[in-house]
T-cell receptor, first 115, second 114 residues
Framework: AQKVTQAQTEISVVEKEDVTLDCVYE???????LFWYKQPPSGELVFLIR??????QNEISGRYSWNFQKSTSSFNFTITASQVVDSAVYFC????????????FGSGTQLTVLP | DVKVTQSSRYLVKRTGEKVFLECVQD?????MFWYRQDPGLGLRLIYF???????EKGDIPEGYSVSREKKERFSLILESASTNQTSMYLC?????????????FGQGTRLTVV
């Protein structure tokens, strides 16, 4: 069975601080996909990134970066120089090929960026 | 842009009422999903559908049913609403290729059962 753990329930930072959101996953599959979604106060989940299990290269997109480490089963998300608009709930999720059930989500991390 | 539209942002219903939550997607996706979101529990899958008239139970199907008569539309039905079904409901859709496809979400329906 798949499981995704986001141990940080809530994080508060002051604007311009860097913040890392942790995600640990469990799976017996050798091929799988990992995702991050952002849920702003408006409610809609917004897709941020998908990585497959064969690509451990870290990725950077503007102020966002992701650190995928298979050795520790982690897929952590860092926001550099945080902004108030980054305040949202962030979800990590996992999926496996051939599974129409799609995504298994973590419980989410509420990030609050204070001005 | 992919668009997943849920018919209501907010609903208030009485205990025992039959409730319909509607979801429409415009990207010809095969897969559609209904999730329930509760604080501290993340998103839990209620039902999903991989084709018209095809459905499978998710992790928490009790008290719910679904209908998919057309490819673009997926309805969630609460046969007799109860207060423990007060929650945020999220619909999603995705392509059905190899699995691991990106799911696109609607804006959510916050249902309150009184």
């Amino acid at each position: 069975a798949q499981k995704v753990t986001q141990a940080q329930t809530e994080i508060s930072v002051v604007e311009k601080e860097d913040v890392t959101l942790d995600c640990v996953y469990e799976t017996r599959d050798t091929t799988y996909y990992l995702f991050w979604y952002k849920q702003p106060p408006s409610g809609e989940l917004v897709f941020l990134i998908r990585r497959n299990s064969f690509d451990e290269q870290n990725e950077i997109s503007g102020r966002y970066s992701w650190n995928f480490q298979k050795s520790t089963s982690s897929f952590n998300f860092t926001i550099t120089a945080s902004q108030v608009v980054d305040s949202a709930v962030y979800f990590c999720a996992q999926a496996s090929p051939g599974s129409a059930r799609q995504l298994t989500f973590g419980s989410g991390t509420q990030l609050t960026v204070l001005p | 842009d992919v668009k997943v539209t849920q018919s209501s942002r907010y609903l208030v219903k009485r205990t025992g009422e039959k409730v319909f939550l509607e979801c429409v997607q415009d990207m010809d996706h095969e897969n559609m999903f209904w999730y329930r979101q509760d604080p501290g529990l993340g998103l839990r899958l209620i039902y999903f559908s991989y084709d018209v008239k095809m459905k499978e139970k998710g992790d928490i199907p009790e008290g719910y049913s679904v209908s998919r008569e057309k490819k673009e539309r997926f309805s969630l039905i609460l046969e007799s609403a109860s207060t423990n079904q007060t929650s945020m409901y999220l619909c999603a859709s995705s392509l059905a290729i190899q699995g691991g496809e990106v799911a696109f979400f609607g804006q959510g329906t916050r249902l309150t059962v009184v």
